[in-house]
Structure formats: structure tokens, C-alpha cells
């Protein structure tokens, strides 16, 4: 029999506001621990939870980003767990009326193009986080384990897609579209090494074609988009090599091991958890007024996938178009800036995906330190299709140009880059070169047709590479 | 030297003329302290050096004709389950012993903003959860009209501290008729103001959408002056309300005169002791006379309120105690593990009734109970929320007696949980409506037991209900009585 997987993604997402989601505290990251703290945070007896109103907003944006509904009602409800770096023992969370609710995402790899459903986009608020002290700094040998709350209580949203994903390429590609949506609308910085954007994925496997859903897994602890995948694909490998031996998947939560590349499992817990969800008395239902929604809807910047449409309606090519309106703003402005100056937005798309990101990379350098403008890629790319650079000069060009040392020509004549196409002067070349190398020639003319291409490497060595090809092709058939 | 019963109002009267000073009404609060709390027991703790540094400060600002309102240099008791800031706090639970909180409760700076000294913490049933003040962790206390007998509860320890003479007024916290009950055993007013007119913020939280603060006093006009004092909107409780706060002492001489008074059917009759129901009897008889219309209002759903009550406030009350863990403050019982650090912190923290009603809450909101139980209890809240809007149109106000009974003996329903449930079922319904009612005492049965009879009104209807308490005051002459045993007899100086 044949399995296929049926994969679902939940995101956490910590939305980047000043204060947190219940208390005046400062949200931080990488500070001394517990010096963003308040009995609210903490959990001290007799305080209460007031909710952040920019939060609110920021996750409706995030909503309408994800055309999802906007509940006109919404409710928060208490979670509730036992756990030392939850300081409340319940987590306040929404249960059955979350802020947004059924929406889609369209993604797109060089390979696909799908719709992901979006079941809902709910808010909650972080929790703590253990810090294991002494011996291995691992959970098990950790002789103590201390808690710094400074989280504790940053707005946190959580994205729940329906299991539309049927591969752990596919997740992974929605994994990446959904963060170039939450950098876009500005809600959080989501950096997945800080922890600020974090990915679960639900696998569960089923004969081919059956409607029926299998036992779903839940696996945690991927700290990178390819660390996604191969859980997902390690995931997806063991529970096909269980129903193929006849066992049966059992519903648990497992751990990636981004070392080992398996998944563990975690502390078994008897049945499902119940976490006795009720409406939290602290506070009142939210209520939206809809007007306000579709205020906040028409200040949507453009999404990536509206513009990676219109960047193909300007001719880019469909990879770097996708890969251009997934990319920073400062450098999506360099592509666009480009184009205004005159530049063939193919050529500029190309460009700004290939070599500039390139170039920044080599450079170490981050795109706001970006020394280029949109103008000197236009200057560029007309330089190279005028034939006046080769296209390998053409990135020694750039380099220049981003080194500081002026305009494009500039660059070109200063270090001697620009193509020699001038007949008379590759004549005279070609003519030398003929004159030292009066055997290759013979043996040329007796009907060894490779001696040829040694001719040419002799011209372009005379040139120092800048002789136009073209033309010397065409003086050394003239004259053999 | 007045020779009566201090009252906010004549003690207020004495430090303006210069009669006293906050300092001597503190000395002669302490002093009573001292003779009865070794019998009566309505303190935890007694904050004398704060309270004299407060009531000198009054003194001063009142030299220099700063004067902060009726509350000035009143000494007041708060019930130990409303943070103060550096000042032990322990809802009477083993868990909390030695926890001294680094912030004041709204309430508490309203007060202390009001220029009242805080004599000192009141003594409750553990966490709120009783209604004798027996499940105190740290020992009952008494009522002073018979030290056999318990105070009511929660709020016991303040509303006895009044009866006592050792505060002038208290505030207390009602859940489920925890001011009103204790006021009405102990012959004292209380009332539960209506929900989110006082700030929680600071009130150890037992069921959050049933607490609330309010005041126990010896007057109805002291109660109108407490609340104004610590009611009004605050920031921090995000079910605060938000908008004015009425005038709550600006309609007491209004009388009964054409309003129509509903007399609740379900709250009488069997299990009611026959001299609260004669009571209440004479009394609304009283009231027509003064020109009150008096008609019996059927709300049948009176008869499951105590039902959903014991599924809704447990519920909450199990996340609300959840975060005494061990891990932060008060107690902790180191374990191998937080797992059990956090279990063996609860066993050891919590007492018998505590955990009954933890055990009870996590149950109703389980999976498969849910809809039961807790589900069940909050449909039953809401149609018990349209039946009291159906009488607020036949009616002004409702009446019934605050208690079936007068006080019980120590030890009477300690073993029988359902018998002490019973207390509050006259209160416990404007606690799932969260309108606010009243407790005014209005005689003593054959035994000297105080009998309370409770006003209770529509949401924000304080200032009708205090009409309505005031005039009931007024003809029950309640001050004329003999005072408890346990009080300040007549002519000792305070
Ligand atoms: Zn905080």
C-alpha cells in the first residue's frame, strides 16, 4: 500500500510591542533575567490581567493579511497547565471564538503553486522560559533550573493552517510565505533564532487517496526552515516504517533532534491533555466594530503574493520575481528604483536576486548597509546589454561600483574593463598574434579545426580578456 | 466623649470639633483590640506602628486644614485577603504565611488616599471559601454576641472587629454573600456593592466573576461613605465599570414612600429559623405603613442558584488558586522535582476546604463534564439574569431576610458542607447577577442573636437600595438594643 503524508502547521508568532500582552512591562529580549517583571507578569496574588490594545491590532492586521473572518466577538478563555515557567498555572489563550478565523495563504515554489487553508489566528500570551544551570545545560543532567519571566506575558499569536500540506517541501515553502507575511504586515521581526516566530507541525499518514485523517503526531523544536523539512520528512519516514511493520502510530508530541535528525518522544501523557478551557472572568469579550476592520484592511501594504504578480506583469522572470517579493524592502526598492531609472526590469530582477544579495553575502554586510542605488544597476545593466562590458566584467563592475569607487563607467575605465570591439585595433591583435604563431596557423590551415579556439585564447590573453568575442571570431575567419 | 458606638459619621463629627483626634480614635480601637481579641479573634494582624504613623499624619494634615473627607483619620480594618503593600497578607491560608505583597489592592490606596488608617488584616475563611470563618488556617473567630457561636463568613473577622468596637468600619469581599451573611450575624450593615463598581485589582482572586469588594460598617450612611470611597473606575481591572459613580449617600433620607417592594417567595418559609421569618414579617409590614407597596415576586430559579453557584465559583476558584505553586512566594515544599515541588507545596498549603472546592472546580470544567456541569451552571446564570429583569419591572427593589438563620454554634455545620452551603442561599443570587444588596440588622431573636434582613437592587441601583436599607434601619431602631456582649458598652469613653 501506498501512505501519504497529510501535514498541518502551527506558528507562534511574538508580536513585536512595546509593553506586553497584559501588563505595562517591557517586551525584551537578551536582558538580565527578570528585570521586565510586575506582580501581572509574575502572577502575584490579587493582580489582573489588562489586555494591549496594540496587540489586538496588530493580530487583526495580521488577520486580514491571511484573508481570515474577523469574529466581531471575541473571547479570551484560560488554559490551564501546570508548568514552573507559567506563572499563573493557566495560560490565557482563546479557545472557541479566536480573533480571526478561515483564511488562506497561496504559496508558490519553482516546483507548485497551492492554497493552504488558514483554520484560525488566535492571541495568547507567552510563558517563561527554564533555564537549565549546572552540569550539561541539558534538561536531564541540569542539576537546577532557574526561570527568567522577562517572556513571560509578551503577546504572542498562534496560526493554525488546516492540513492542506501534503510534503515536507511543501510545508517548508509555506513555512517561509507565511514569515515573509508577518515581516510585511511589521507585527514582529520573526526571527526564528531568537524564538520570535516558532514552527510546529502536525504528520499524520494515510492510504493513498483515503478522505480519512490518520493518527496526527505533533512535532516541536525546529529552529530553522530546513530543520522543518527534515523533521517532517524524518517524521513522516518513521510512521511509514511503523504501519508498513504492522505497529500503529500513537498520538504524542515528539521532540526534533536537530543532531541525531530523528524525532524523540516527549513525556508520555495518558490520553490527550485536558486543559479545562472556560472563559476567562478577568476580562470582558472583545468587541470589533467593522468599520474599524475594514479601515484597518485598506492599510494593508501589498502582500508577497500580489506582488510577485506584479513583478511578473513587468516581465521578471518567475523565480526571481518570487524570490524578489519575498525579500527585504530595502532591496525590493533597489529592484524598483532600478527599473524607474530605465533599467529591463528582467535584467534588474536578475541582478538584484543574483549578484547584489551575492556580493552582500561575500561582504558579510547586512542589506541596510547597502552601498548601491537603484540608478547604478540601471547604469549597469544598459552597460552590459550595449555590449560595452562582458558579463563577467559586469560583476567586477558591481563590486566596484559597491567598493565606492563611483559610477559604473567609472569603475569600468578605471580598472580597464571596458570591451574592445574597435575592428581596427582587434585587426592589429589579430594580426600580431598570426605573426607569433605562424605553425598554429599552418597547422590551422591543414584542416586542424581545435588549433583555432588556441588562436582565440591568445587574442583575448593579448586583450587581457576585454577583446568583444564576437568581432575576433569574425577577423579570425576572415583572415585563416 | 461621645458615649455611643462610634459610627464613621459621629467619629468624623468628634475629630472636626476637636472632640478627639485620629490618634485617640486609634488608641481606643486598639484598646478594645486588646480586650477582645484573645476571645474574639477577628485579627491576623494588627499593624499598630502603621497605623499610628497613619493616624498622626491624619492628625497633622487635619491641623493644617487638609482635610481628605468623611474617611479622614477613620480607623478602618481590612479583611486579609486585599494586598498591602509591606504588610502580611495571607487570605488566611498556610500558603500565603509570611507573604507581604509589594503593592496596595485599589482598594486599599483608595483608603489610604481618603486619609482612613488601616488598623490592621481581618481574619476570613481560608481563600474566602466559608461561611463561619472556621476555615481560617490560623484559628476562628468569635461573635462577640455570643463567643459560642460563629461570626458568619467570610468576611467573619471584619464584621466581628465592627460588631467588637475594635474598627469603626471594615471592608470586606463577597463572593457568595460574604459580607452580608457576617454582617447579618454579627448585627452589623453590609454590603455587596454591584459587580466591577469596586476595583479587584489586589483582592486575592476566589471566583472572578463573582468577587467583590465592599463595606461592613455600623450605618447604613457609613456604608454609603466606605463605598464612595473606594468605588470609581480603575485602569487596572478590566471589569471595572467606566462610568460615574453615583452619590451614594444622597437619597437616605428619602423613605419608602411609593416604592414597590418585592418580597422574594423562594427565600422563606421551611428551613428558615421562625423568628428571621417574623422578623422580616414585621419589618415589611413596617415598610407598608411607611408608604412602601409590598407584593410577593416569584424567581423560581432562586431554588438552583446555589446549585450553579457551587459548579461556577469552584471552577474558577481552581485556575484562580493555581499559582500558588511554591515557585515564587509563600510557601514551598521542596520536591525532586518542580512537578512535585508544586503537588507537595499544595497538599501541605491548602486546607480541607480549599481543596474540596479545587477538586470540585477541576472536575466541572473537565472534558466530558464541561457541558454537565459548568456549561449547565453558566445557561442556569444567565436565564437567573433575565428572571431578575423581569421582576425589576413589576418592582423597585427585592427584599428577604440576608440569612435563614441567626449565628450557629462553632463546630454546628463544620462536618456537613451541604448544611454550611446553605448559609448563603439568600445572598448567593446577586452574586450570579452581580446586582449589588444590602444587609441591615433589624432585631435579635430569643437567644440576643442579631437578624439581617438584605435589600437587593438592579445593577448600579445603590442609591435606591440604600433609601430603602436607611428608612429599614431607621424603624428597626436596631442601636437602641442592647449592644453584644462583646461591644463597647454605652459611656465607656472611645
Ligand atoms: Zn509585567
Known sequence: MKWEPVIGIEVHVELDTDSKMFCGCRVSFGDPPNTHVCPVCLALPGSLPVPNRKAIQEIIRLGLALNCRINPDSVFHRKNYYYADLPKNYQISQFDVPVCVDGWLDVESDETRFRVGIERVHMEEDTGKSVHVGEGGRIHSAAETLVDFNRAGTPLVEIVSRPDLKSAADARTYAQELRAVVVETGVSDARMERGSIRFDANVSIRPEGSPRLGVKVEIKNMNSFRSLEKAIRSEIGRQTALVTAGERVVMETRHWDEEAEVTHGMRTKEGSSDYRYFTEPDLAPMAFDSSWVEEARSLLPELPALRRDRYRGMGVRPAAARVLASSDPRLRSLFEEAVESGADPVAAGNWVTGEVTASLRRREASVGELPLRGDQIAALTRMVSEGRVSAGAAREVLEGVMDGEGSPSEVATRRNLLQLSDRTALEEVVEEVMAANPEAVERYRSGEGKVRGYLMGQVMRATSGRADPRAVNEILSARL | ?494
Open chain 2, 1 to 494: 466623649m461621645p458615649s455611643q458606638p462610634l459610627s464613621i459619621t459621629s467619629a468624623g463629627a468628634a475629630l472636626r470639633s476637636g472632640e478627639t483626634t485620629s490618634v485617640e480614635l486609634l488608641a481606643a480601637v486598639m484598646s478594645r483590640a486588646e480586650m477582645t481579641e484573645s476571645e474574639l479573634h477577628c485579627y491576623l494582624n494588627l499593624d499598630r506602628e502603621g497605623a499610628m504613623s497613619a493616624a498622626r499624619r491624619a492628625d497633622r494634615e487635619l491641623d493644617r486644614g487638609e482635610d481628605r473627607g468623611p474617611l479622614h483619620g477613620i480607623p478602618v480594618a481590612v479583611k486579609d485577603n486585599m494586598c498591602t503593600r509591606g504588610l502580611e497578607t495571607t487570605c488566611s491560608s498556610k500558603i500565603l504565611a509570611g507573604y507581604r505583597p509589594p503593592y496596595d489592592a485599589t482598594a486599599v490606596a483608595r483608603l489610604r488616599e481618603a486619609g482612613a488608617v488601616i488598623v490592621g488584616k481581618t481574619n476570613l475563611d481560608e481563600f474566602a471559601m466559608g461561611s463561619s470563618t472556621e476555615n481560617s488556617a490560623y484559628g476562628p473567630t468569635r461573635n462577640p454576641w455570643d463567643t459560642g457561636r460563629v461570626p458568619g463568613g467570610s468576611s467573619g473577622g471584619s464584621a466581628a472587629a465592627v460588631a467588637a468596637g475594635s474598627a469603626i468600619a471594615a471592608l470586606g469581599s463577597d463572593t457568595g454573600g460574604s459580607i452580608r451573611q457576617p454582617a447579618s450575624l454579627c448585627g452589623v450593615v453590609g454590603l455587596k456593592p454591584t459587580y466591577g463598581l469596586v476595583s479587584r485589582y489586589g483582592l486575592v482572586a476566589f471566583a472572578s466573576s463573582l468577587d467583590q469588594i465592599g463595606p461592613l460598617t455600623r450605618t447604613v450612611r457609613d456604608a454609603a461613605l466606605l463605598l464612595s470611597a473606594v468605588a470609581g473606575h480603575d485602569p487596572a481591572d478590566a471589569t471595572s465599570y467606566a462610568g460615574q459613580t453615583p452619590d451614594f449617600a444622597g437619597s437616605l433620607d428619602r423613605g419608602v414612600d411609593g416604592l414597590r417592594l418585592g418580597v422574594v417567595k423562594e427565600l422563606g418559609g421551611e428551613g428558615y429559623q421562625p423568628e428571621v421569618s417574623e422578623a422580616t414579617e414585621m419589618m415589611l409590614e413596617k415598610l407598608a405603613a411607611r408608604g412602601a407597596e409590598v407584593t410577593e415576586v416569584s424567581l423560581p430559579l432562586f431554588d438552583v442558584a446555589l446549585s450553579a453557584y457551587y459548579l461556577i465559583a469552584p471552577a474558577e476558584c481552581s485556575a484562580n488558586l493555581a499559582r500558588f505553586d511554591g515557585m515564587r512566594y509563600g510557601l514551598s515544599v521542596k520536591g525532586s522535582t518542580a512537578s512535585d515541588t508544586m503537588s507537595d507545596t499544595r497538599a501541605e498549603g491548602f486546607g480541607p476546604e480549599v481543596i474540596r472546592r479545587i477538586l470540585l472546580g477541576t472536575y466541572a470544567l473537565s472534558a466530558g463534564y464541561f457541558d454537565a456541569f459548568y456549561g449547565q451552571a453558566q445557561k442556569v446564570r444567565s436565564l437567573l439574569l433575565d428572571e431578575f429583569s423581569e421582576a425589576y419591572e413589576k418592582v423597585d427593589v427585592l427584599v428577604s431576610p440576608t440569612s435563614p438563620t441567626t449565628a450557629f454554634r462553632l463546630g454546628e455545620r463544620t462536618q456537613d458542607p451541604l448544611a454550611m452551603y446553605m448559609s448563603d442561599i439568600c445572598t448567593i443570587p446577586s452574586n450570579l447577577s452581580g446586582h449589588p444588596a444590602i444587609s441591615v440588622p433589624i432585631g435579635l431573636d430569643s437567644e440576643g442573636l442579631p437578624i439581617g434582613f438584605q435589600v437587593m437592587a438592579p445593577a448600579l441601583g445603590e442609591r435606591l437600595m440604600m433609601a430603602v436599607a436607611a428608612e429599614v434601619e431607621r424603624l428597626a431602631g436596631f442601636d437602641a438594643l442592647p449592644p453584644p456582649a462583646l461591644a463597647p458598652p454605652p459611656g465607656v469613653p472611645l
